[in-house]
């Protein structure tokens, strides 16, 4: 979840990430981290926490970090599947 707070950007598949691993663990390395990230923000937040992964999205966009928007959209839409999955009310 470190890199999510450092706004890197995703790893495209076919050549080698950040870690010199190939591209692909990196990507799957990553989908883990965004639903591990997504499930502390619903223990954290409940039904609040698409709120609180919105704002870390808007927050990453108003410095002009891309990258860390997406990851941080992709979190949102995690939070939102799991909060569908316990009854909870997702934002849309």
Known sequence: ADRFREGRAPVLL????PSGRLAA???????I???RSAKLLVG???NDAPVHAAMRADKM???GD???QRIWMRILS???ELLRG???????
Request: proline share 3%.
């Open 14 to 17: 076919g050549g080698r990430g």
């Open 33 to 35: 981290d965004i639903w």
């Open 61 to 63: 966009l108003a410095k």
């Open 44 to 46: 954290r937040h409940g």
């Open 78 to 80: 995690a939070v939102e």
């Open 86 to 92: 316990r009854g909870g009310a997702p934002l849309h």
């Open 25 to 31: 663990v990196d990507a799957v390395t990553e989908e």
């Open 66 to 68: 891309l990258g860390g």
